[in-house]
Each structure stands twice: as C-alpha cells, then as structure tokens.
Nanobody
C-alpha cells in the first residue's frame, strides 16, 4: 500500500522560502510520477508541479516557474518542492500525489493520480 506524507508547511513572510517534502512509503519513489497540487480557500485544487518517474522531466504551472523547484531524493524516497520568493497568492494547502501509470498529456489532471497525501498548509503573509 502506497502512503504519501507531506511536511514542511508553515507561515512565512512574502519573499521568503519553504521546502516541502513528500515522503513515499511502499515502493521506490522512482517508480512514480509525483506531483504537487494546491488548494486555496474557496478555490479549486490546482496543479503546481510534477516530476516524471524514472528520471523523466519536470513541469510547472506558469506562475511558479523560476520560483519553485521540484526534485526527487531517491536515497530518502521523497520528492521535495523548494519554494522561493513566496507571495500571498501562494497561500494554500499543498498536496502531493503519485501515479504509476500517468501519461504526459494528463500530468496536470488531479483525477489521474491514484495516491494522495493529507496536505500541508502554507501561509504567506504580506
């Protein structure tokens, strides 16, 4: 059974940084495409970033490109999301999700991910 556990959320001032981690248990993280989604209060959940399995590429939504970096840490079986230059618009609950079978054209679609963590809250104050 795959289990995803996020950590690293918190309160930070605008312009600050946070490092989110998604710990994967059950199988090697390298066998999954792992994505980060976020959901702000009163809004739908949206895609943030993804890293494809087996050394595949990385993908970002436009408004986080150049600020966020997703990476796989195979030794720790985790996927991290480094978030720099945070703005209040980044405030949300951040979820990691994993899929063994997702194809590239579906990578931003939350319904294509079978496994989800419980979320970690990020609050950016102005």
């Amino acid at each position: 059974q795959v289990r995803l556990v996020e950590s690293g959320g918190g309160l930070v001032q605008a312009g600050g940084s946070l490092l989110l981690s998604c710990a994967v248990s059950g199988r090697s993280v390298n066998t999954y495409t792992v994505a980060w989604f976020r959901q702000a209060a009163g809004k739908e959940r949206e895609f943030v970033s993804a890293i494809r399995r087996f050394g595949g590429g990385t993908y970002y939504r436009d408004d986080v490109k150049g600020r966020f970096t997703i990476a796989r840490e195979n030794a720790e079986n985790t996927v991290t999301l480094r978030m720099n230059s945070l703005t209040p618009e980044d405030t949300a609950v951040y979820y990691c999700a994993a899929s063994e079978t997702i194809i590239l054209s579906s990578i931003t679609g939350e319904r294509h991910y079978a496994y989800w963590g419980q979320g970690t809250r990020v609050t950016v104050s102005s």
